[in-house]
């Protein structure tokens, strides 16, 4: 089954305890991208890969970074988290063009204490 | 920059009703448009999409249409279920280089209820 697949689903944690929530799709896209959902702000972009090893700042990377050394893989990484992190996480990938689908895992659910 | 406006909810029905949901653009370029639809406790799905001016995208009884002109991409259905109650994001994508490659802006979203 066509997929995309993020660890852990529920997290908490305590400021400054660095933790990564991992993401992997199994559909060969080059494309793949993490985005917080914010109530009244829709999604937002954080980082995203065009492929492996390339990787760009979205709207709010702040606070974060990733990696992308395979190409079903692109973990997000939390070097110290704070209270403002508190968010739902969703992670996406997409084949090729911009105008094609974008594929989203089922989320993780992040509360920074 | 890009930006997507939803109009402003939550929105409740009753079983049948018509549904619109509003939703405008701004964007560089020439932008793809989607709906995008979550579920509770799920990821989004995409809806339909429409690519290019006067496309109009339609699934599950729901269509819209790619108004270059009112750069509008509202959402309609003409009878709702209670299995449509969920949370309908507008969002857009450019083919534009550099940042804003092929990112996803969205709306904030509407939240929709159905009662039966």
């Known amino acids: 089954e066509a997929q995309v697949t993020q660890n852990p689903r529920y997290l908490i944690t305590v400021t400054g305890k660095k933790l990564t929530v991992t993401c992997s799709q199994n559909m060969n896209h080059e494309y793949m991208s993490w985005y917080r959902q914010d109530p009244g702000l829709g999604l937002r972009q954080i980082y995203y890969?065009?492929?492996?090893?390339?990787?760009d700042k979205g709207d709010v990377p702040e606070g974060y970074k990733v990696s992308r050394k395979e190409k079903r893989n692109f973990p997000l990484i939390l070097e110290s988290p704070s209270p403002n992190q508190t968010s739902l996480y969703f992670c996406?990938?997409?084949?090729?063009?911009?105008?094609?689908?974008?594929?989203f895992g089922p989320g993780t659910r992040l509360t920074v204490l | 920059g890009n930006s997507v406006t939803q109009m402003e909810g939550p929105v409740t029905l009753s079983e049948e009703a018509f549904l619109t949901i509003n939703c405008t653009y701004t964007?560089?370029?020439?932008?793809?448009l989607f709906w995008y639809v979550q579920y509770p406790g799920e990821g989004l799905q995409l809806l339909l999409k429409a690519t290019k001016a006067d496309d109009k995208g339609s699934n599950k009884g729901f269509e819209a249409t790619y108004r270059k002109e009112t750069t509008s991409f509202h959402l309609e259905k003409g009878s709702v279920q209670v299995s449509d109650s969920a949370v309908y994001f507008c969002a857009l994508s450019t083919n534009a280089g550099g940042t804003s490659y092929g990112k996803l802006t969205f709306g904030q979203g509407t939240i929709l209820t159905v009662h039966p």
């Open positions: 890969s065009m492929n492996v090893e390339v990787t």
């Open positions: 996406a990938s997409r084949r090729g063009q911009s105008n094609n689908e974008q594929f």
């Open positions: 964007a560089t370029g020439y932008p793809s």
